[in-house]
């Protein structure tokens, strides 16, 4: 929930963004480095990133344009011999295995062992000697190359944010041998020409493989970055993920640190001192996220601020919470404040009158607020009939679960005081017998049935933002005083990569 969700070259892009890592940033005076979310990326994380490198590979080879390749040389008796390849393209490319370290110099190392791929085009060539006149044929070629890749993916800052430079690539050629026609008997003119190219197509071929993977990397980040940016906001309400120091590289772990602030309409939270040591971080999961007290405490702030604590119930709804058990002072307390009216001509509203207090505890999130509950009656061409309104301070311990893709929200602990009573069928509010029986209801179904309406509106919001598209594996949301910790496996969508480069390259 890192308000995130997701590299190995565009893979590791991926992850990069999500943990928005960054390196030699100027973070100015400590109180800007204060920070607000921490997120951890484990090595077992980056080992899964790393089988998507087949994929990101491929789309480097294929989308690479390799340049025609022309040269010459003189030979004894033939004289000067000429040569063209062009119209090159790449088939049947392989990869046997890649391998990741993550280094504490700020780099990503990839290692891709045995690349095996096609090259095929139209080779031209032409020579001149003591006994010929000049001649130039032109014949069909085949490539068979086997090569390793190594690339260290350093991290660079950019406007408060990191993005990968896979410019330190190596290619080294364990095989690259020439076919002539689909000849594959070895003969003086293959040999020959051979000799002759094998220099300059290794050159070619580092120059654009290793362009065209750097530029996958960029294009993914882009895109990453763009989706990140999109999944913290809503409307009004952002929070600013940008970077509040350098990465800690780790050989088991990348982690990087946030601002944590929200942003609503131009007005921005103040950053505060963070608890946050790393040592509160284990690396027994594939990824963490830490959240203060004082982020969380901002977000429910602007929430506040936006009209976004409200909730109107009608019809079923409306008769699951009066109707909660089956007995005389429950008839009793329901004709009388609806005086006979229907559910569905009826409409509860519930919302909070201030600003939600929010405090992190090892027994769950504890919410403090004032709590506005209005139930009116609607006449046929009136204005609504106010029969019944309250305020009551409320606090609820709750504990947080994400399970099937659905965040849930449990009431674990509940108290409420009624502050203010106003009723058509009390006046006086002499009757103890419906408020009682409000109050009961309140802590038996109330308080459950808003808090899972938050939770419902909590996940449509993060699946708008396609969380529901990741594989979130045995998610764990821990509370501790003045924080949360939700850790997590995962399982990346290889369908996305697939279609996103198949669209974008």
Request: aromatic share 8%; charged share 20%.
């Amino acid at each position: 929930m890192c308000w995130a969700g997701r590299m190995m070259l565009g893979t590791f892009s991926i992850l990069l963004v999500l943990v928005h890592a960054a390196a030699a940033c100027d973070f100015g005076p400590f109180p800007y480095r204060a920070t607000g979310i921490v997120c951890r990326m484990t090595k077992p994380a980056a080992l899964l990133l790393n089988q998507e490198t087949a994929q990101v590979i491929q789309a480097a080879f294929r989308n690479a344009k390799f340049p025609n390749i022309t040269g010459e040389r003189s030979m004894r008796l033939l004289g000067r011999v000429a040569y063209g390849l062009s119209n090159i393209q790449v088939n049947d490319l392989s990869i046997e295995r890649s391998e990741v370290e993550l280094k504490e110099d700020n780099a990503i190392h990839i290692s891709i062992r045995n690349v095996t791929a096609l090259f095929k085009g139209t080779l031209t060539y032409g020579y001149a000697g003591a006994w010929f006149l000049q001649l130039f044929h032109s014949v069909d070629f085949e490539i068979e190359s086997s090569i390793d890749l190594q690339l260290n993916i350093n991290l660079m800052c950019q406007k408060d944010q990191v993005v990968p430079d896979a410019s330190d690539c190596y290619l080294t050629f364990h095989k690259l041998t020439l076919h002539l026609q689909g000849d594959k008997q070895p003969g003086w003119l293959k040999q020959l020409f051979t000799d002759f190219i094998s220099f300059t197509l290794k050159l070619v071929l580092k120059r654009e493989v290793c362009k065209e993977i750097n530029a996958v990397a960029q294009t993914l980040t882009n895109f990453i970055l763009d989706l990140a940016a999109n999944f913290v906001r809503d409307k009004d309400i952002i929070v600013d993920i940008s970077v509040s120091s350098d990465p800690v590289i780790k050989a088991s772990y990348i982690e990087s640190h946030h601002k944590g602030l929200v942003l609503y309409k131009n007005n921005s939270s103040v950053l505060s001192d963070s608890v946050f040591s790393p040592s509160l971080l284990t690396e027994s999961r594939m990824l963490y996220f830490w959240l203060s007290e004082h982020s969380l405490s901002s977000l429910a702030a602007a929430a506040f601020l936006d009209g976004r604590l409200v909730l109107s119930l009608r019809g079923e709804k409306l008769q699951e919470l009066f109707e909660m058990e089956d007995t005389e002072v429950q008839r009793k307390a329901v004709q009388r404040i609806f005086q006979g009216t229907s559910y569905n001509d009826s409409v509860a509203k519930v919302w909070s009158l201030t600003q939600p207090q929010i405090s992190l505890q090892p027994e769950g999130t504890v919410v403090r607020s004032l709590v506005a509950v209005e139930v009116s009656i609607l006449l046929a061409g009136e204005e609504p009939l106010v029969a019944l309104y309250m305020e009551k301070e409320i606090t609820v311990t709750i504990q947080a679960t994400y399970a099937e893709k659905k965040l849930i929200l449990q009431p674990v602990d509940s108290s409420v005081e009624i502050k203010v009573f106003k009723c058509t069928a009390d006046p006086s509010g002499e009757d103890s017998s419906i408020q009682n029986f409000l109050q009961n209801m309140i802590l038996a179904v109330g308080i459950p049935e808003v808090t899972s309406s938050i939770g419902s509106a909590l996940t449509s919001l993060m699946n708008s933002k396609r969380l529901d598209l990741f594989d979130i594996i045995n998610p764990e949301i821990i509370t501790r005083n003045g924080y949360v910790i939700v850790q997590l496996d995962f399982g990346f969508p290889s369908h996305l990569l697939l279609n996103f480069l198949e669209k974008s390259l």
